[in-house]
């Protein structure tokens, strides 16, 4: 195949623009935004089962000190009758007086022991509250960060996008100046290669492998005309010729 040397120039301008779409792709893949986003929606899903589980505790713990609350009410209500009963002289049997004051000392006993429960649950209750209020903070922050890194990430994916519309542009216009069988043979050689079709020989190395031609390959390009499409003998990528090729 014969090509220009000015379009063989040209076809390293095209590889270089080519390499900085290639850039721009890996950059928009890997961005740090998305592992961080990553990170904190993990950390978000975590606190925010932790708080459900607190609330739901809080609001058991409300639900059973209510019930501890009713059952003191209840003992509460039976010693004042039982006491008012007393106190109105209706009881007048020794025995009776005396079964009613031993079910005052029960109900004394039962309540003084219930409202220790209200205690231990108002406490339970309470800790609840502050892990609930805690947890809600630490969401309510991460999610600021979520919210914080979205934006840095869409910035960058703006940038990114606007650039690479540039980039696509710029290499269609110079692609269009580019023989169409060089261009064919420049893209298919691109796609088996990682994502370099041609490369520039300099100073006796190719710029696409990095390995140096020996002496019959380096004769074999020199004997080459100026318009022949020459390539590597390592990997076959297509051999730009320039002044600072050391040939």
């Keep these: 195949m014969n090509a220009e040397p000015a379009d063989q120039i040209r076809l390293l301008e095209v590889q270089a623009l080519d390499s900085r779409i290639a850039q721009l792709d890996h950059k928009r893949r890997n961005l740090p935004e998305h592992a961080e986003l990553e990170r904190l929606g993990a950390d978000l899903a975590q606190l925010r089962d ?15 000190q209510t019930k501890a609350e009713q059952d003191v009410e209840q003992v509460r209500q039976r010693a004042v009758r039982d006491q008012q009963r ?7 049997s020794p025995k009776d007086l005396e079964n009613l004051q031993r079910e005052l000392a029960s109900l004394a006993k039962r309540q003084s022991d219930l409202e220790d429960v209200v205690l231990e649950v108002m406490e339970r209750r309470e800790v609840a509250q502050e892990r609930a209020a805690e ?10 960060k979520v919210s914080e ?5 869409s910035a960058a994916l703006e940038d990114i996008d606007a650039e690479g519309f540039t980039v696509a542009k710029d290499r269609e216009v ?7 069988d060089l261009i064919k043979l420049y893209d298919k050689l691109r796609a ?6 041609a490369a520039r020989l300099y100073q006796k190395r190719c710029e696409g492998c990095r390995l140096e031609l020996n002496i019959t390959e380096l004769n ?6 100026a318009n022949a499409v020459v390539r590597c003998e390592n990997c076959r990528r297509i051999l730009v010729r320039t002044g600072a090729s050391g040939l």
Excluded: C, F, H, Y
């Design 135 to 144: 947890l809600a903070e630490r969401v309510e922050s991460v999610q600021a």
């Design 220 to 225: 074999e390009v020199r004997a080459a005309p």
């Design 50 to 64: 932790l708080l459900v589980a607190a609330r739901t505790e809080e609001s058991d713990t409300a639900r059973e």
């Design 149 to 153: 890194a979205e934006s840095r990430k």
């Design 192 to 197: 088996q290669q990682g994502g370099i079709g």
């Design 86 to 92: 007393m106190d109105s002289g209706a009881v007048t």
């Design 174 to 180: 110079l692609a269009a100046g580019v023989p169409d």
